[in-house]
Protein backbone atom coordinates (compact mmCIF):
# COMPACT_ATOMS: atom_id res chain seq x y z
CA UNK A 1 0.00 0.00 0.00
CA UNK A 2 1.39 3.21 -0.69
CA UNK A 3 2.17 5.75 1.46
CA UNK A 4 -1.11 8.45 0.44
CA UNK A 5 -3.35 5.36 0.69
CA UNK A 6 -2.12 4.91 4.08
CA UNK A 7 -2.64 8.06 5.34
CA UNK A 8 -6.10 8.34 4.07
CA UNK A 9 -6.89 4.85 5.37
CA UNK A 10 -9.82 4.76 7.85
CA UNK A 11 -10.65 8.23 6.94
CA UNK A 12 -14.01 7.47 5.08
CA UNK A 13 -15.18 10.93 4.06
CA UNK A 14 -11.47 11.68 2.48
CA UNK A 15 -11.81 8.09 0.78
CA UNK A 16 -15.56 8.64 -0.67
CA UNK A 17 -13.93 12.09 -1.65
CA UNK A 18 -10.91 10.88 -4.02
CA UNK A 19 -13.53 8.36 -5.09
CA UNK A 20 -16.29 10.47 -6.31
CA UNK A 21 -14.21 13.74 -7.38
CA UNK A 22 -11.47 11.93 -8.77
CA UNK A 23 -13.25 12.70 -12.49
CA UNK A 24 -14.41 16.08 -11.88
CA UNK A 25 -10.96 17.19 -10.05
CA UNK A 26 -9.24 15.69 -12.86
CA UNK A 27 -11.25 17.74 -15.71
CA UNK A 28 -11.49 21.21 -13.92
CA UNK A 29 -8.38 21.67 -11.15
CA UNK A 30 -11.43 22.91 -8.49
CA UNK A 31 -10.10 22.98 -5.04
CA UNK A 32 -11.87 20.77 -2.29
CA UNK A 33 -11.23 20.80 1.33
CA UNK A 34 -9.06 17.96 2.92
CA UNK A 35 -8.55 16.95 6.47
CA UNK A 36 -4.80 17.15 7.44
CA UNK A 37 -3.35 13.36 7.29
CA UNK A 38 -1.53 12.35 10.43
CA UNK A 39 1.51 12.30 8.66
CA UNK A 40 2.71 9.59 11.49
CA UNK A 41 6.84 9.31 10.11
CA UNK A 42 7.19 13.13 9.60
CA UNK A 43 10.24 14.24 12.07
CA UNK A 44 9.74 18.35 13.03
CA UNK A 45 13.15 19.65 11.82
CA UNK A 46 12.96 22.39 14.66
CA UNK A 47 13.87 25.60 12.55
CA UNK A 48 11.03 27.54 13.91
CA UNK A 49 8.34 29.17 12.29
CA UNK A 50 6.77 31.89 9.84
CA UNK A 51 6.29 35.73 10.75
CA UNK A 52 3.32 37.53 10.10
CA UNK A 53 1.36 33.72 9.85
CA UNK A 54 -1.92 33.81 12.06
CA UNK A 55 -3.35 30.90 9.36
CA UNK A 56 -2.71 27.13 10.92
CA UNK A 57 -1.51 24.63 8.33
CA UNK A 58 -4.52 23.27 6.11
CA UNK A 59 -5.05 20.58 3.18
CA UNK A 60 -6.38 20.89 0.03
CA UNK A 61 -7.07 18.39 -3.49
CA UNK A 62 -6.51 19.88 -6.28
CA UNK A 63 -6.52 17.92 -9.75
CA UNK A 64 -7.01 14.77 -7.28
CA UNK A 65 -3.40 15.64 -5.05
CA UNK A 66 -3.42 16.37 -1.73
CA UNK A 67 -1.68 19.85 -1.04
CA UNK A 68 -0.51 21.69 2.23
CA UNK A 69 -0.70 25.44 2.60
CA UNK A 70 0.60 27.77 5.63
CA UNK A 71 3.11 25.15 6.62
CA UNK A 72 4.50 27.57 9.67
CA UNK A 73 6.52 24.18 10.88
CA UNK A 74 9.06 21.71 8.45
CA UNK A 75 9.13 18.29 8.57
CA UNK A 76 11.05 15.43 7.28
CA UNK A 77 9.48 12.49 6.10
CA UNK A 78 11.54 9.44 5.66
CA UNK A 79 10.75 6.84 2.66
CA UNK A 80 13.42 4.23 3.35
CA UNK A 81 14.24 1.18 1.24
CA UNK A 82 13.28 -2.19 1.97
CA UNK A 83 16.10 -3.81 4.29
CA UNK A 84 18.73 -5.25 1.77
CA UNK A 85 17.87 -3.48 -0.57
CA UNK A 86 19.42 0.12 0.11
CA UNK A 87 22.63 1.23 -1.88
CA UNK A 88 23.31 4.21 0.48
CA UNK A 89 22.33 6.99 -1.91
CA UNK A 90 19.60 9.52 -0.22
CA UNK A 91 18.26 12.10 -1.79
CA UNK A 92 15.98 15.02 -0.42
CA UNK A 93 12.76 15.51 -2.45
CA UNK A 94 11.63 19.12 -2.10
CA UNK A 95 7.89 19.27 -3.88
CA UNK A 96 6.95 22.73 -5.45
CA UNK A 97 3.96 25.11 -5.21
CA UNK A 98 5.24 28.55 -5.76
CA UNK A 99 5.86 28.92 -2.51
CA UNK A 100 2.56 29.31 -1.57
CA UNK A 101 1.28 25.23 -0.91
CA UNK A 102 3.15 22.41 -2.00
CA UNK A 103 2.17 19.10 -3.77
CA UNK A 104 2.84 16.69 -1.40
CA UNK A 105 1.52 13.41 -3.44
CA UNK A 106 2.57 14.46 -6.77
CA UNK A 107 5.57 15.80 -5.88
CA UNK A 108 6.37 14.28 -2.89
CA UNK A 109 5.34 11.25 -1.27
CA UNK A 110 4.97 9.42 -4.87
CA UNK A 111 8.55 10.59 -5.90
CA UNK A 112 9.97 9.39 -2.42
CA UNK A 113 8.53 5.80 -2.86
CA UNK A 114 9.37 5.11 -6.45
CA UNK A 115 13.31 5.95 -5.18
CA UNK A 116 12.79 3.99 -2.23
CA UNK A 117 11.74 0.75 -4.78
CA UNK A 118 15.52 1.82 -6.32
CA UNK A 119 17.19 1.32 -3.06
CA UNK A 120 17.45 4.81 -2.55
CA UNK A 121 16.70 6.74 1.20
CA UNK A 122 14.44 9.57 0.31
CA UNK A 123 13.22 12.51 2.20
CA UNK A 124 10.41 14.43 1.60
CA UNK A 125 11.06 17.92 2.62
CA UNK A 126 8.59 19.56 3.90
CA UNK A 127 9.48 23.27 4.23
CA UNK A 128 7.64 26.16 5.34
CA UNK A 129 5.71 28.61 2.74
CA UNK A 130 4.57 32.01 2.64
CA UNK A 131 1.50 32.82 4.30
CA UNK A 132 -2.15 31.94 1.90
CA UNK A 133 -5.68 33.55 2.88
CA UNK A 134 -6.94 31.11 5.85
CA UNK A 135 -10.48 30.22 4.28
CA UNK A 136 -10.48 28.08 1.41
CA UNK A 137 -12.80 29.94 -0.78
CA UNK A 138 -10.41 33.14 -0.03
CA UNK A 139 -7.60 30.66 -0.90
CA UNK A 140 -9.43 29.56 -4.43
CA UNK A 141 -10.07 33.14 -5.50
CA UNK A 142 -6.51 34.16 -4.89
CA UNK A 143 -4.96 31.06 -6.91
CA UNK A 144 -7.79 31.81 -9.83
CA UNK A 145 -6.83 35.61 -9.77
CA UNK A 146 -6.10 37.17 -13.33
CA UNK A 147 -2.10 37.23 -13.99
CA UNK A 148 0.01 38.44 -16.39
CA UNK A 149 1.08 36.10 -18.49
CA UNK A 150 5.01 35.46 -18.88
CA UNK A 151 6.30 37.14 -22.14
CA UNK A 152 7.48 35.37 -24.81
CA UNK A 153 10.84 34.74 -26.30
CA UNK A 154 11.19 36.90 -29.40
CA UNK A 155 12.44 35.60 -32.92
CA UNK A 156 16.09 36.93 -32.20
CA UNK A 157 16.31 35.19 -29.03
CA UNK A 158 19.06 32.91 -28.74
CA UNK A 159 19.64 30.25 -25.83
CA UNK A 160 22.24 32.48 -24.41
CA UNK A 161 19.46 35.22 -24.46
CA UNK A 162 18.64 35.93 -20.42
CA UNK A 163 15.61 34.85 -19.21
CA UNK A 164 13.00 37.23 -17.91
CA UNK A 165 13.70 38.05 -14.27
CA UNK A 166 11.61 36.61 -11.91
CA UNK A 167 10.26 38.66 -8.93
CA UNK A 168 13.18 38.06 -6.03
CA UNK A 169 12.17 35.81 -3.46
CA UNK A 170 13.45 35.96 0.10
CA UNK A 171 14.43 31.98 0.90
CA UNK A 172 16.02 32.06 4.05
CA UNK A 173 13.11 30.17 5.77
CA UNK A 174 13.40 27.24 3.16
CA UNK A 175 17.28 27.39 2.88
CA UNK A 176 16.99 27.24 6.27
CA UNK A 177 14.99 23.88 6.10
CA UNK A 178 17.00 22.09 3.77
CA UNK A 179 20.28 22.67 5.81
CA UNK A 180 18.26 21.42 8.56
CA UNK A 181 16.90 18.67 6.80
CA UNK A 182 20.46 17.30 5.39
CA UNK A 183 21.96 17.70 8.79
CA UNK A 184 19.31 15.33 10.13
CA UNK A 185 20.48 12.95 7.50
CA UNK A 186 24.02 13.23 8.00
CA UNK A 187 23.01 13.27 11.74
CA UNK A 188 21.43 9.70 11.21
CA UNK A 189 22.89 8.48 8.68
CA UNK A 190 24.36 4.98 10.13
CA UNK A 191 20.54 4.87 11.47
CA UNK A 192 19.22 5.23 8.09
CA UNK A 193 21.66 3.02 5.61
CA UNK A 194 22.87 7.04 4.33
CA UNK A 195 26.43 7.22 2.88
CA UNK A 196 27.14 10.98 3.33
CA UNK A 197 29.10 11.67 0.57
CA UNK A 198 25.71 10.00 -1.30
CA UNK A 199 23.04 12.68 -0.92
CA UNK A 200 21.41 14.35 -3.34
CA UNK A 201 18.40 16.86 -3.82
CA UNK A 202 15.73 16.82 -6.46
CA UNK A 203 12.74 19.17 -6.45
CA UNK A 204 9.81 20.14 -8.50
CA UNK A 205 8.82 23.73 -9.86
CA UNK A 206 9.59 25.72 -6.57
CA UNK A 207 11.11 22.89 -5.22
CA UNK A 208 13.76 23.14 -8.36
CA UNK A 209 14.24 26.31 -7.20
CA UNK A 210 14.71 25.33 -3.91
CA UNK A 211 17.06 22.82 -4.74
CA UNK A 212 19.00 25.34 -7.18
CA UNK A 213 19.33 28.18 -4.08
CA UNK A 214 20.53 25.18 -2.10
CA UNK A 215 23.17 24.56 -4.51
CA UNK A 216 23.97 28.04 -4.97
CA UNK A 217 23.66 29.30 -1.35
CA UNK A 218 24.23 26.84 1.34
CA UNK A 219 27.35 26.95 3.19
CA UNK A 220 27.20 23.53 5.00
CA UNK A 221 25.02 21.19 2.20
CA UNK A 222 27.33 19.17 0.34
CA UNK A 223 24.89 17.69 -2.00
CA UNK A 224 26.42 14.74 -4.57
CA UNK A 225 24.29 15.55 -7.82
CA UNK A 226 20.99 17.53 -8.03
CA UNK A 227 17.99 17.34 -10.14
CA UNK A 228 15.81 20.57 -10.55
CA UNK A 229 12.66 19.22 -12.50
CA UNK A 230 10.42 21.93 -14.33
CA UNK A 231 12.56 24.24 -12.44
CA UNK A 232 13.83 28.16 -13.97
CA UNK A 233 16.01 27.76 -16.73
CA UNK A 234 17.74 31.24 -16.45
CA UNK A 235 21.41 31.44 -16.15
CA UNK A 236 23.10 30.98 -12.94
CA UNK A 237 26.99 31.75 -11.31
CA UNK A 238 28.05 28.40 -10.80
CA UNK A 239 30.37 27.59 -7.59
CA UNK A 240 33.05 25.71 -8.21
CA UNK A 241 32.49 22.77 -5.87
CA UNK A 242 28.68 22.36 -7.60
CA UNK A 243 27.43 19.15 -8.01
CA UNK A 244 26.76 17.47 -11.43
CA UNK A 245 22.54 17.70 -12.49
CA UNK A 246 20.17 16.33 -14.17
CA UNK A 247 17.47 18.65 -15.23
CA UNK A 248 14.16 18.13 -16.93
CA UNK A 249 11.55 20.62 -18.82
CA UNK A 250 9.16 20.19 -21.34
CA UNK A 251 8.88 23.03 -24.26
CA UNK A 252 5.10 23.78 -23.38
CA UNK A 253 5.97 24.68 -19.81
CA UNK A 254 5.48 28.37 -18.78
CA UNK A 255 9.14 28.46 -17.18
CA UNK A 256 10.68 27.11 -20.71
CA UNK A 257 10.09 30.40 -22.54
CA UNK A 258 13.12 28.52 -24.85
CA UNK A 259 15.60 28.98 -22.69
CA UNK A 260 18.24 26.83 -21.84
CA UNK A 261 20.45 28.98 -19.33
CA UNK A 262 21.69 27.14 -16.50
CA UNK A 263 22.16 24.58 -18.30
CA UNK A 264 24.93 26.28 -20.56
CA UNK A 265 26.18 27.78 -16.95
CA UNK A 266 27.14 24.05 -15.59
CA UNK A 267 28.38 23.47 -19.40
CA UNK A 268 30.79 26.63 -18.66
CA UNK A 269 31.74 25.73 -15.40
CA UNK A 270 32.81 22.13 -16.58
CA UNK A 271 30.27 20.28 -14.26
CA UNK A 272 28.96 17.04 -15.90
CA UNK A 273 25.12 18.31 -16.61
CA UNK A 274 22.24 16.51 -18.18
CA UNK A 275 19.38 17.91 -19.86
CA UNK A 276 16.45 16.30 -21.14
CA UNK A 277 13.86 19.04 -23.11
CA UNK A 278 10.51 16.68 -23.65
CA UNK A 279 8.22 18.08 -26.55
CA UNK A 280 5.08 17.58 -24.03
CA UNK A 281 4.56 17.35 -20.21
CA UNK A 282 3.49 21.21 -19.22
CA UNK A 283 3.83 22.01 -15.70
CA UNK A 284 3.88 19.53 -12.81
CA UNK A 285 3.66 16.26 -14.11
CA UNK A 286 5.55 15.01 -11.14
CA UNK A 287 6.44 11.00 -12.44
CA UNK A 288 4.17 11.59 -15.68
CA UNK A 289 1.31 11.97 -17.12
CA UNK A 290 0.02 8.94 -19.72
CA UNK A 291 0.73 10.21 -23.55
CA UNK A 292 3.48 12.22 -22.98
CA UNK A 293 6.66 12.50 -24.08
CA UNK A 294 7.99 13.56 -20.49
CA UNK A 295 6.28 10.82 -19.01
CA UNK A 296 9.38 8.38 -18.65
CA UNK A 297 11.77 11.00 -17.43
CA UNK A 298 12.36 9.01 -13.65
CA UNK A 299 13.70 6.27 -15.92
CA UNK A 300 16.65 8.29 -17.38
CA UNK A 301 17.13 9.44 -14.11
CA UNK A 302 17.87 6.02 -12.82
CA UNK A 303 20.07 5.54 -15.75
CA UNK A 304 21.87 8.58 -15.17
CA UNK A 305 21.97 7.36 -11.10
CA UNK A 306 23.35 4.47 -12.69
CA UNK A 307 25.79 5.34 -14.68
CA UNK A 308 27.39 7.94 -11.83
CA UNK A 309 27.74 5.02 -9.83
CA UNK A 310 25.43 6.36 -7.51
CA UNK A 311 23.02 2.94 -7.44
CA UNK A 312 25.54 0.43 -7.14
CA UNK A 313 25.74 -0.32 -2.83
CA UNK A 314 28.64 0.06 -1.01
Known amino acids: MSYLKKIIAGQAIMVLLLFFVSNAMAQDGTIYPLEAPEEPNAIPLGTGSVDNQPSPETWFLQWGDPMARNISKATLTPFLPEPGKANGTAVIVAPGGGFSWLSMGNEGWEVAEALAEQGIAAFVLKYRLNPTPEKLEDFSAWMN ?34 EAAYAMIVSRAEEWGVDTDRIGMIGFSAGAGLTMHSTLHSKTMKLAFIGPIYGGMGAVDVPEDAPPMFNVIATDDFLFLGQTGVIESWYKAGIPVEFHLYQNGGHGFGLGNPDRTSNRWFDAFMYWLEVNKFLAAK
Do not use: V
Request: proline share 24%; hydrophobic share 20%; glycine share 0%.
Open 145 to 178: RPRTPAPAPSSSATSSTPAPTPPQRNLSNQLEDA
